[in-house]
């Protein structure tokens, strides 16, 4: 979603942050769209008519899957490269502008109806704190003294947060005993990528805080999003492209006060926030709307479950970054929790 990738805010029902669909998110990736299930994000409903655009005639809905599988996956190496160059904050403000411009097209062209209302856009303004400016904000910090590959993992434990915070904020929600063993085994599965037993091994705590407290923060959001923004009647791209805007905005706010014109802008860095805005941002919520729309939410957050193996792949093979036996033997212990926690109880039958 994380690159984290990837995970807009979708305003339905949530399926957690974990699920990436945030409204605009990423993964850091991950995750903008949807709300999580924990990180199973709420997705937005089928397009009215239930037409069937030309793109999704054309791509079989597993390429599209696949496809948004890497570009979040993806989105914590961008990160990275941007780093190279720019600082954490510019490095988030690239992403929230490109990401925002892909948007707005898409809203032009469909010309769909922005949302009304100051309460609404009090709201939207709320989430794109939650989801997109501190998030992006925090993994790229987090990235100047950790590996993307680690940041990738971290942003993998969204859906246990979500879950907890699920049953503190969303009175709805009733975990069971499977679920809760599912946060338990996600928490011992982050000890063991963080190498707990052996003072952290060796990667940085700051970073790896940063990292993990943005995955909380796609967590919260979602919570927030589904208690206050699930019921408002605006369309899922346009509630999104209003988010990515005002967290746009935000940014264009801080980024000055403590970051300076870039000296030097060489390509790779600059393609690579290129990239992660206009790709991991703006064309991945548009493929994960599509998709939603038309295979359903489930299909849609299980894509969650790509995102580290793609982020950790990119990284040893294209970063040459190192990889301990922990890290992935944790990451699947994550993965697995995670699901845990998406599990919901089965009506009980009648006698």
């Not at 746009?248 to 014109?261: G, I, M, R």
Request: aromatic share 8%.
């Amino acid at each position: 979603m994380t690159a984290a990738e990837s995970r807009p805010a979708t305003v339905t029902a949530a399926t957690s942050p974990t699920s990436p669909t945030s409204l605009t998110s990423a993964p850091a990736a991950p995750p903008l769209a949807s709300p999580p299930t924990p990180n199973a994000p709420t997705r937005p409903a089928a397009p009215p008519g239930g037409s069937v655009p030309a793109v999704r005639r054309l791509l079989d809905w597993r390429v599209r899957f696949a496809a948004l599988g890497l570009v979040w996956g993806f989105s914590f190496l961008f990160m990275k490269v941007g780093n190279e160059a720019f600082a954490p904050l510019q490095v988030t403000l690239g992403r929230m502008v490109f990401g925002t411009a892909v948007l707005a097209v898409a809203v032009a062209v469909k010309r769909e109806r922005l949302p009304r209302g100051p309460r609404t856009y009090a709201h939207l303004a709320v989430a794109a704190f939650l989801l997109n400016s501190l998030p992006f904000s925090l993994f790229a910090t987090a990235e100047q003294t950790i590996p993307s590959m680690l940041a990738g993992i971290c942003n993998a434990a969204t859906p246990l947060f979500s879950m907890l915070i699920s049953v503190v904020a969303l009175s709805e929600d009733r975990p069971s005993r499977q679920r809760f063993a599912g946060v338990g085994l996600g928490f011992a599965g982050v000890l063991t990528v963080l190498g707990a037993w052996q003072g952290f091994s060796g990667q940085d705590p700051k970073g790896t805080v940063m990292a993990l407290a943005a995955a909380l923060s796609y967590a919260v959001g979602w919570a927030y999003v589904r208690r206050t923004l699930a019921r408002t009647g605006g369309s899922h791209l346009s509630m999104s492209a209003t988010q990515l805007t005002l967290g746009t905005v935000q940014l264009l706010l801080v980024t000055p006060f403590f970051t300076s014109v870039p000296h030097d802008w060489p390509a790779k860095s600059v393609l690579s926030v290129l990239a992660l805005g206009a790709l991991g941002t703006g064309v991945a919520f548009l493929i994960q709307y599509g998709l939603v729309a038309e295979k359903g939410p489930t299909i849609g957050s299980m894509v969650t479950y790509l995102i580290p193996i793609v982020a950790t792949t990119a990284g040893v093979l294209l970063l040459n970054e190192s990889l301990s036996w922990n890290e992935p033997v944790g990451a699947v212990v994550i993965l697995i929790g995670a699901a845990l926690t998406q599990l919901r109880p089965r009506a009980t039958r009648r006698a």
